[in-house]
């Protein structure tokens, strides 16, 4: 059964499959720091679940934007537990450069 949830889980990670759109998962507080040695995004932000719904758990795709609303980059978090009204510190890895990001989509990719 595990296996299935996983399974599962990967498929809809990589599908890009939606969910929930980021009017329910508000972000604020976003920090983006760049290493150019490592060649990698660090993100931190705080997330608010406004969905309606509680989740055991929850795997959230921030999509970041340039001025020209171009796709710049990706991140995924996953939080466990992640009641209705709650808000979350999320950290996140991308290996893009997103030091020059002005809009930040939230999207709901999984949940259990």
């Known amino acids: 059964m595990k296996k299935l949830f996983l399974s ?3 498929v809809l990670l990589f599908c890009g499959c939606v969910l929930a759109a980021d009017d329910n998962f508000p972000l604020k507080d976003i920090s983006v720091d760049y290493n150019s040695l490592s060649k990698t995004s660090r993100i931190e932000a705080e ?3 406004n969905s309606g719904e509680s989740y055991t758990s929850a795997s959230l795709k921030l999509s970041f934007y ?6 710049i ?3 995924n978090v996953h939080i466990k537990d992640f009641a209705e009204n709650s808000t ?3 950290k996140a890895m991308s290996v893009n450069n997103l030091t020059d990001w ?3 989509k ?7």
């Open 66 to 71: 340039d001025a020209e609303d171009m796709i």
């Open 88 to 90: 979350a510190a999320v």
């Open 8 to 10: 599962l889980f990967i």
């Open 47 to 49: 997330v608010t679940n």
């Open 106 to 112: 939230v999207e709901l990719v999984s949940n259990f």
């Open 102 to 104: 002005k809009t930040c």
């Open 73 to 75: 980059g990706t991140a």
